[in-house]
């Protein structure tokens, strides 16, 4: 409200202090226009922080799942290796009480043919790194040569030990010719087995190979570790039960 008295006009080049109508639709035209701009904004960073929320909440828990799948899958290496273990403790009890060894009239394993399947085994492992290696630079096609390799050289490796067992059976070391050939045949069948399972998985993951990328490839990672522990132990009983 100015204080200038009725009636008087104010100078020239004074500026007016009272507001017009229009000055006031003016004002208010101004301040809403501003609200709108900040609900649009509004509008539109919500569903941008929502998006932002979702993808931490999913990273979350694709950390928990493949924590969980790395946990349960060491705990599935650790639970088969201990029956290895136990084998290898009968072997070597075996061998502290025998006066000879390979006790007297028990052939010799065959030496040669599980030699080679040796080597394929650890051919094999290498041929996996390989396609892993392949998934992580997202390189499919690497993935794909890889598991390929590693499964043609597993059933190379199985077909080969089926060969070193007929030779062991017409060398005369049977399954039932005493404690020493019960747990060569044990050991040998039990790594048979396991080397089964992983060449099942290696083919899955070979025709699933197309799912997989560098960002997603938990599946291999994991069977991964079950193929070159595999390939580790055979390599070990090689060294104690046939070399050594």
């Not at 009636?7 to 000055?23: K, R």
Request: hydrophobic share 50%.
């Amino acid at each position: 409200m100015s204080s200038r008295p009725l009636g008087v006009q104010p100078e020239p080049g004074e500026a007016s202090t009272v507001s017009s109508p229009a000055q006031g639709r003016g004002e208010a035209e101004a301040v809403a226009s501003i609200v709108k701009l900040s609900s649009a904004d509004d509008a539109i960073l919500t569903p941008r922080a929502e998006r932002r929320k979702c993808r931490r909440v999913a990273a979350l828990q694709t950390s928990d799942e493949e924590a969980n799948a790395r946990f349960f899958m060491a705990l599935f290496l650790a639970s088969w290796s201990i029956g290895f273990v136990a084998l290898f403790f009968a072997q070597l009890y075996l061998r502290l009480d025998a006066v000879s060894w390979p006790p007297a009239g028990s052939p010799p394993p065959p030496r040669l043919l599980t030699g080679v399947s040796t080597l394929v085994a650890i051919a094999s492992s290498f041929a996996y790194h390989y396609g892993l290696m392949g998934v992580v630079q997202d390189r499919r096609v690497q993935l794909r040569r890889g598991l390929l390799g590693a499964n043609a050289l597993a059933f190379l490796f199985l077909m080969i030990q089926l060969a070193a067992a007929v030779q062991a059976q017409v060398r005369g070391l049977r399954w039932d010719g005493g404690a020493y050939a019960s747990v060569f045949w044990i050991t040998a069948g039990f790594h048979y087995l396991h080397v089964v399972v992983g060449l099942m998985a290696g083919v899955w993951l070979y025709l699933n190979a197309s799912r997989f990328r560098a960002e997603n490839h938990l599946p291999v990672r994991l069977w991964g570790y079950y193929w070159h522990s595999i390939a580790l132990i055979w390599t070990l009983l090689y060294l104690f039960v046939f070399l050594i």
